[in-house]
């Protein structure tokens, strides 16, 4: 979810760009952009810097660990056909 301090920082610049009749307006006006803006953001789904930095890090972790996962499995396997060559090899033709 975004900010809700950034949501009134923009709802309180866009309600400052509006021609002074409007701005007389007041309060109420603020508020309503307020509104518009964070049903606009719920729509898009958003979500804050600190979600998306965790994840960043989840992402990375799992990258890592699959990493050693595909070492760990090219090891087993050139060692699976090490053995395979030395088992035919003592095996009597």
Do not use: Y
């Not at 610049?13 to 509006?18: D, R």
């Not at 009749?21 to 898009?44: C, M, P, S």
């Not at 989840?58 to 699976?80: D, G, P």
């Amino acid at each position: 979810m975004i900010d809700p301090k950034k949501i009134e920082q923009i709802a309180r610049q866009v309600h400052e760009s509006m021609p002074k009749g409007i701005r007389e307006l007041g309060e109420d006006a603020e508020k309503k952009i307020r509104q518009v803006l964070q049903a606009q953001f719920t729509k898009l789904d958003l979500v804050n810097r600190e979600e998306f930095d965790v994840q960043t890090q989840v992402l990375l972790r799992t990258r890592e660990k699959l990493a050693r996962l595909e070492q760990r499995l090219s090891e087993l396997e050139a060692k699976l056909d090490a053995d395979k060559t030395a088992t035919s090899e003592q095996q009597p033709s």
